[in-house]
């Protein structure tokens, strides 16, 4: 009886040191923030595709499409603007990638096909603008002002970044006969200002491309969560995001004989309709491989 009584009590003490070791105190040097110990995402490893042989794709379709970050669903994209994490430890998407190119964690490209690689000094020469200012000299005998326009540079604002666009590839896997899709290439649309015929004009510009193929830009997109309206402990991490397709986009172009976009050809509601024909013809080529 008594080394049954002395088992409870060893196990009900190693029980509660257990336990003890999961209660964070604000003196053990821990963040005083946190009420338990956070480990899902730190130290989190992005999972390698499963392997591929060419022999296996059946059927490739090449398509370009874009998300609009204006759009309510996709504003998680978006905010928290500020230029690295906020007091809720989030990062948008944007500042993510560019902080992790500043620091040369991955190659960053100037085309869509990721062949030509591009510094980040050039990438951010690219996207910086200029504005235009309006300087007055002394005043002369006549109380004349001779006018000067001085071209200044315009520090360059991530938060301007309101589209993405997207590479990506569907095929059949006959290995399992599923339809899936790989995300090769990111880009963002930026705005900016030029001088145009003396006078500021704002643009938009696409940025350098981002090889979301590659296992460096997946290990960064993996390790930052995304904010989740619904359920802080639901938040998923942008790697999941792309992966489970949790996102509203439009189709901007399919692989044509023209090798042109949507708008080249159809414009207004025209070009919705053909953008949304596109999908549909892609879902229709999985379900018609289980028709009998």
Same mark, same amino acid.
């Given at each position: 009886?008594? /080394?049954?009584?002395?088992?409870?009590?060893?196990?009900?003490?190693?029980? $509660?040191?257990?336990?003890?070791?999961?209660?964070?105190?604000?003196?053990?040097?821990?963040?005083?923030?946190? &009420?338990?110990?956070?480990?899902?995402?730190?130290?989190?490893?992005?999972?390698?595709?499963?392997?591929?042989?060419?022999?296996?794709?059946?059927? /490739?379709?090449?398509?370009?499409?874009?998300?609009?970050?204006?759009?309510?669903?996709?504003?998680? &994209?978006?905010?928290?603007?500020?230029?690295?994490?906020?007091?809720?430890?989030?990062?948008?998407?944007?500042?993510?990638? $560019?902080?992790?190119?500043?620091?040369?964690?991955?190659?960053?490209?100037?085309?869509?096909? $990721?062949?030509?690689?591009?510094?980040?000094?050039?990438?951010?020469?690219?996207?910086?603008?200029?504005?235009?200012?309006?300087?007055?000299?002394?005043?002369?005998?006549?109380?004349?002002?001779?006018?000067?326009?001085?071209?200044?540079?315009?520090?360059?604002?991530?938060?301007?970044?309101?589209?993405? /666009?997207?590479?990506?590839?569907?095929?059949?896997? /006959?290995q399992d006969s599923r339809q899936k899709v790989r995300i090769t290439g990111l880009a963002f649309r930026f705005a900016k200002n030029i001088l145009r015929s003396g006078e500021s004009e704002e643009v938009s510009e696409w940025s350098f491309w981002v090889p979301m193929n590659d296992m460096r830009v997946r290990q960064v997109l993996v390790n930052a969560n995304a904010y989740d309206e619904h359920n802080d402990v639901a938040e998923r991490s942008y790697d999941d995001i792309f992966i489970q397709r949790y996102f509203d986009s439009y189709i901007t172009r399919e692989s044509n004989k023209y090798n042109r976009e949507?708008?080249?050809?159809?414009?207004?509601?025209?070009?919705?309709?053909?953008?949304?024909?596109?999908?549909?013809?892609?879902?229709?080529?999985?379900?018609? $491989?289980?028709?009998?």
């Amino acid at each position: 009886m008594k /080394k049954v009584l002395l088992s409870i009590f060893a196990l009900a003490a190693f029980t $509660m040191t257990v336990n003890a070791q999961s209660i964070i105190d604000a003196e053990d040097g821990s963040n005083p923030n946190d &009420f338990y110990q956070k480990g899902i995402v730190v130290g989190k490893r992005a999972m390698p595709y499963a392997n591929l042989r060419e022999s296996d794709v059946v059927w /490739k379709m090449l398509v370009y499409r874009q998300i609009d970050l204006n759009e309510n669903f996709n504003q998680f &994209f978006y905010y928290p603007i500020e230029q690295g994490k906020n007091e809720q430890g989030r990062i948008n998407l944007v500042n993510l990638l $560019m902080t992790a190119a500043a620091n040369g964690e991955f190659d960053i490209y100037e085309d869509d096909d $990721m062949k030509v690689p591009q510094e980040w000094s050039k990438a951010m020469a690219n996207l910086q603008g200029r504005q235009l200012k309006v300087r007055y000299g002394e005043e002369d005998e006549f109380g004349d002002q001779e006018v000067f326009n001085d071209t200044i540079p315009e520090d360059f604002d991530p938060a301007t970044a309101r589209l993405i /666009k997207l590479k990506e590839y569907w095929y059949i896997d /006959k290995q399992d006969s599923r339809q899936k899709v790989r995300i090769t290439g990111l880009a963002f649309r930026f705005a900016k200002n030029i001088l145009r015929s003396g006078e500021s004009e704002e643009v938009s510009e696409w940025s350098f491309w981002v090889p979301m193929n590659d296992m460096r830009v997946r290990q960064v997109l993996v390790n930052a969560n995304a904010y989740d309206e619904h359920n802080d402990v639901a938040e998923r991490s942008y790697d999941d995001i792309f992966i489970q397709r949790y996102f509203d986009s439009y189709i901007t172009r399919e692989s044509n004989k023209y090798n042109r976009e949507i708008t080249q050809y159809l414009t207004g509601e025209d070009a919705i309709i053909e953008s949304q024909m596109i999908e549909d013809k892609i879902f229709d080529i999985e379900n018609d $491989m289980w028709e009998y």
